[in-house]
């Protein structure tokens, strides 16, 4: 084996790839969420769906999806179910009933109270600063945008 080809299979190695280091980080970070948003009886996605709501109460469903960089359809179990725990009311636009608003509940706002500890608690898992967060989230958005224009 000569040196181009070592380097070209040290390009295919799982360890090099950014993909793989994104989507084990991903799978530990939604770990160490999950007994955090079980007290608060959330999955994940319910949670980002949540954060969203608490940000810009009264979303459509398609502002939402937007806001989650996901498909409307997905969202509409999701929402079922947190309007079924009380935390959220879907409603049809009078304009356009294809069109499905969002507005928190009383219990919906409520919970935001109890989900202010979360973050602190995710930045000490992490054990990181503050700013070392901030900016690993900074580069991370720039890798996101750059692989949203290549679509």
């Known amino acids: 084996m000569n040196a181009d080809n070592k380097a070209s299979g040290a390009e295919l190695l799982l360890e090099n ?14 770990k160490v969420y999950k007994p955090l ?3 608060l009886n959330l999955t994940y996605p319910q949670y980002l769906a949540m954060l969203v709501l608490w940000e810009h109460d009264g979303l ?18 999701l929402l079922k179910r ?3 725990e009380g ?7 009078r304009e356009d009933e ?26 000490k898992a992490s ?3 503050h ?15 750059s692989l949203q224009r290549t679509l």
């Open 82 to 84: 947190l309007e079924s």
């Open 127 to 129: 054990g990181r600063t």
């Open 131 to 145: 700013e070392g967060l901030q900016k690993l989230q900074a580069d991370l958005l720039a890798l996101r945008e």
């Open 37 to 39: 948003l079980q007290a």
């Open 60 to 77: 459509t469903v398609g502002e939402i999806s937007q806001h989650l960089l996901t498909d409307p359809g997905s969202l509409t179990p």
């Open 87 to 93: 935390l959220l009311k879907r409603t049809r636009s």
């Open 17 to 30: 790839q950014v993909c793989f280091a994104l989507h084990s980080t991903s799978l530990l970070m939604t």
């Open 98 to 123: 294809r069109v499905v608003l969002v507005q928190l509940t009383d219990k919906g706002r409520k919970l935001q109270k109890q989900a202010e500890e979360v973050p602190q608690l995710i930045l």
